[in-house]
Nanobody, 122 residues
Framework: QVQLVESGGGLVQAGGSLRLSCAVS????????MGWFRQAPGKEREFVAA????????YHADSVKGRFTISRDNAKNTVFLQMNSLKPEDTAVYYC???????????????WGQGTQVTVSS
């Protein structure tokens, strides 16, 4: 079993920054790729970014490229999502998830956190 716990969400003004954290525990030796997804009210959950745990290779959705950065701290078993230049349309519940390989397809991810709310005011 793998447990994922997100934190760091909150209310921020447009143009501001937040850093989300996802603490990974459990069978961490099976870590492969970690992803961040988000779901806005009334919308489908969408891919935001992913990282391969071993190599640090990353991939970001076009909608956040240049503003958001995914990273990981191996020693702390934690994945981060640094979000800069936030826009009201970034408002959503943000989830981290684990998968055996990097993919943008949320159906492929087998473990999910409970989510953390990010609200960006205009």
């Amino acid at each position: 079993q793998v447990q994922l716990v997100e934190s760091g969400g909150g209310l921020v003004q447009a143009g501001g920054s937040l850093r989300l954290s996802c603490a990974v525990s459990g069978r961490t030796f099976e870590q492969y790729a970690m992803g961040w997804f988000r779901q806005a009210p009334g919308k489908e959950r969408e891919f935001v970014a992913a990282i391969i745990w071993s190599s640090g290779r990353t991939y970001h959705a076009d909608s956040v490229k240049g503003r958001f950065t995914i990273s990981r701290d191996n020693a702390k078993n934690t994945v981060f999502l640094q979000m800069n230049s936030l826009k009201p349309e970034d408002t959503a519940v943000y989830y981290c998830a684990r998968n055996e390989y990097m993919t943008t397809a949320q159906a492929e991810y087998d473990y999910w956190g409970q989510g953390t709310q990010v609200t960006v005011s205009s």
